[in-house]
């Protein structure tokens, strides 16, 4: 079992038989907000607006990833601007399971600026 520390936070993510080693420089909170609104949702009746706001305010490429608590990917989104919208279905079209899920952002190329959980109900 690996530990792997998030922005002062223990995050542990089982995957498969092993435990998920994410690696990543993560910003200072005071560059990106990032929020999500409702939380939990229910994604058989309505979407979550994700927004990202970050504090230079240029307008760079963000991708989203969703992944599921086994570490699995569910959805990838990548937008300009600041808000976008995830209507709990995965790569396929499917509904996601409801449950927990990470939202991960990242801009420039990749590096990580951001977590944060989001619920799916039913």
């Known amino acids: 079992m690996k530990h ?12 498969a038989s092993s435990i ?8 200072s909170s005071s560059d990106i907000f990032l929020s999500n609104y409702p939380n939990p949702f229910d994604s058989r009746k309505t979407s ?16 989203v990833k969703i992944f599921d608590l086994f570490g699995r990917p ?32 990242s801009v420039d190329g990749g ?3 951001a977590l944060r959980k989001i619920g799916v109900i039913h």
């Open 48 to 63: 979550t607006s994700i927004l990202v706001k970050k504090s230079n305010q240029t307008d760079v490429g963000i991708a």
């Open 20 to 27: 998920l080693l994410l690696t990543a420089s993560v910003a």
């Open 74 to 105: 569910v959805k990838h989104l990548e937008f300009f601007g600041d808000t976008i919208l995830w209507d709990g279905r995965d790569e396929n079209g499917h509904y996601v399971a409801k449950g927990g899920y990470i939202c991960v952002v």
């Open 111 to 113: 590096k990580i600026v």
């Open 4 to 15: 792997i520390n998030f922005l002062n936070y223990l995050l542990l993510i089982p995957f």
